[in-house]
């Protein structure tokens, strides 16, 4: 049986979007360096779509998967290389290319994702973003509830 991270991985890659849709729940929150929080299956599905028509054709590959011991939490990393050959939002492509690492954090209820977390470790692709004049949310609280905090 594949893992959560397998099951993302190729359902993302392939836009296998019946696979991809089974992984969430209905109410999923996702939190993303270009949006921080797109609620709902639908508007997920949406952005998915958005970023294979920007980014045509390109390859994931899962590096690490971990669970929590009751399966309400996953993390998972993959890479995926990328060719800006379609439009982003009205601009036309740059023909860039790159690798981005991402670490996504998941919480699970029965199996499916409520609530998602990206956070990328290459700054290539965000960069490009900007340079097409993409805002960035400037308030990006953590959505979990803080376990420890300290101030210098």
Known sequence: MSSLGEKFVVAWATQDWESFARLYD???ILYAPFAWKIAGL???LKVAAEFHETYPG???ALHDEFHS???TRAVFRYAWDWHN???FHGQPPTDARG????????RLRDGRITEQIISTNNLR???LQLERGLEFPLVTPDPALQIVSATS
């Open 26 to 28: 209905e109410d999923v």
């Open 42 to 44: 639908p508007a997920i």
């Open 58 to 60: 390109f390859r994931a």
């Open 69 to 71: 011991a009751d399966n």
């Open 85 to 87: 050959t379609g439009e």
């Open 99 to 106: 690798t981005t690492i991402e670490t996504h954090t998941v």
């Open 125 to 127: 692709l965000i960069s």
